[in-house]
């Protein structure tokens, strides 16, 4: 051991107490209790009774066997590494998986019907003209608007723009409002109008600068040779299990649930540097000292904490999304359709209850029993936010009706169940970034205090995990 090292850890060591037991608070816990370079001390508090804030699931059994139900998210987008980095530093590579193959289309709902998605339509941006041109899914006008895409002088922006009021300049407004509205309507909850591109889809913005969408998605497919690889990374077990291994990981931490922090304060001793010291006190009365405060709630539940030690931080005011999953079990022979891709999305005009539809069983191997098929119904978004507070009744009939009519199910489910995820996706405005950047270097008057999670560099777990481990460097190099 060097003599650093060895003075480091003869020091007290650096207490860090994490409000929020959600993935980015468990990823920043790992982190920090696995450091060899400097003694730290970490209790992590959880309000809820469970760990994983948004990542919940479950194993529901049946006569049929077991199904894998993944609450809401059920995987992360693979070209960010960081939650899949993890998994492997978990010892959870051999049970990464991807999307099953034979099942990554996506189908559209058009005038009451599924119709499969034209070939290499991603997010909108036509990557094969034949596959454009030969669909029925957009008029003559709209495909010719998209094709012309690299004609479309750059938009003056500045940073920062809204998705849907970038993409309609790219490539027109029905192709905007037929295929990105309703995608980002599941992402976020939200409106594409009022989503932050640079937050959102920054790749977008670097694509209209270097050439334009429609070049670097070509140049992308072309660099694939044919191949259509997973973009989705999940886990066999279900989401839970990267929840339930990394809880299982933290044997160095003060894991705490049933315990919300409801102030932070500053004590009136300060360490050996001079810097303050603060004090986490929870609503079972309980009070923690820390070197180091993160807050990885939902922005809306740290802002009256950190308002109440300073009222001048620089918040910046967007909403959470609200959203609900249905989910229903099937014999296979129920369903009339064919269940040949990962789901479908519904465009606004088509005025129908639900938002879209997965077939988690065709997108994901072992989620559900042989013979049987597991889908789910997402209700919720934009304007329908209020959905979510409907009984549990009106929820699973809207979403049974909706997947009744469109796939041509007869008979009962094995089994229907509904979850909620109230305020619970980021609706980041355009300029979201620039603002994060503000508070931080605010907070940089009260050191010791951070910000990390899905209301601040991104929503994705892959952000999440990032915005962890990027705190969890800082904490570790002061
Ligand atoms: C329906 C839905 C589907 C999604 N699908 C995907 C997907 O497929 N892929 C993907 O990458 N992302 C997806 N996301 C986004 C992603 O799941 C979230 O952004 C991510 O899980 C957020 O993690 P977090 O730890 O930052 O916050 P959270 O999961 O919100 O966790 C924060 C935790 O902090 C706790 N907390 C809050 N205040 C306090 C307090 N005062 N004291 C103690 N504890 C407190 C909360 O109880 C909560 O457990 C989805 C989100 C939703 C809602």
Wanted: glycine share 10%; hydrophobic share 40%; proline share 6%.
């Amino acid at each position: 051991m060097s003599a650093e090292i060895a003075s480091s850890f003869t020091a007290a060591p650096t207490r860090v107490v994490i409000i929020g037991g959600g993935i980015t608070g468990l990823a920043l816990a790992r982190k920090l209790q696995e450091s060899t370079a400097k003694a730290v001390e970490v209790t992590l508090l959880e309000a809820a009774d469970v760990l994983g804030g948004n990542l919940r699931g479950e194993i529901i059994p049946s006569k049929f066997g077991d199904f894998i139900v993944d609450h809401g998210p059920d995987s992360w987008v693979i070209a960010k590494p960081e939650a899949t980095a993890l998994c492997r530093e978990l010892g959870l590579g051999d049970a990464l998986i991807e999307t099953t193959e034979a099942n990554r289309g996506v189908f559209l709902v058009h005038q009451g019907e599924l119709r499969p998605m034209p070939e290499g339509l991603a997010l909108g941006i036509p990557t094969r003209v034949r596959s454009l041109l030969t669909t029925d899914l957009f008029s003559w006008k709209a495909k010719a608007r998209m094709l012309l895409e690299p004609l479309v002088p750059k938009g003056k922006w500045g940073d920062d723009v809204s998705v849907g009021e970038f993409l309609e300049r790219r490539i027109g407004i029905e192709p905007t409002e037929t295929l990105v509205a309703p995608l980002l309507g599941g992402i976020f909850a939200g409106d594409a109008y009022e989503i932050s591109l640079k937050t959102a889809f920054p790749q977008f913005l670097a694509d209209e600068k270097n050439s334009s969408l429609v070049r670097a998605a070509m140049k992308r497919r072309k660099m694939l040779a044919g191949k259509k690889p997973s973009a989705f990374h999940s886990l066999r077990g279900g989401i839970r299990q990267l929840v339930d291994t990394l809880a299982a990981s933290l044997t160095k931490t003060a894991v705490r649930t049933g315990a919300r922090a409801v102030a932070v304060a500053r004590s009136t001793d300060s360490d050996s540097q001079n810097k303050p010291r603060w004090t986490v006190s929870t609503d079972a009365g309980e009070s923690f000292p820390a070197d180091h405060v993160v807050f990885t709630g939902p922005s809306w539940s740290s802002k009256p904490l950190l308002d109440a030690i300073d009222a001048t931080l620089p918040w910046e005011q967007f909403q959470f999304g609200s959203a609900a999953t249905a989910f229903f079990a099937f014999p296979r022979s129920a369903v009339a359709h064919s269940l040949q891709g990962t789901g479908f999305i519904i465009p606004k005009r088509e005025g129908r209850g639900i938002l879209a539809g997965t077939w988690v069983s065709s997108k994901w191997a072992g989620r559900a029993p042989e013979g049987t098929v597991l889908m789910r119904a997402f209700l919720g978004g934009k304007g329908n936010g209020a959905l979510v507070d409907e009984s549990d009744e009106v929820l699973a009939s809207t979403g049974l009706a909706e997947l009744r009519t469109l796939l041509g199910i007869s008979g009962e489910p094995i089994f229907s169940r509904v979850y909620r995820f109230k305020d619970a996706s980021p609706n980041p405005r355009p300029g979201h970034l620039e603002r994060v950047k503000a508070l931080r270097t605010a907070l940089g008057k009260h050191p010791g205090l951070h910000v990390a999670g899905n209301g601040y560099d991104g929503a994705g777990i892959p952000d999440c995990v990032r915005q962890a481990n990027t705190v969890a460097a800082q904490i570790l190099a002061g």
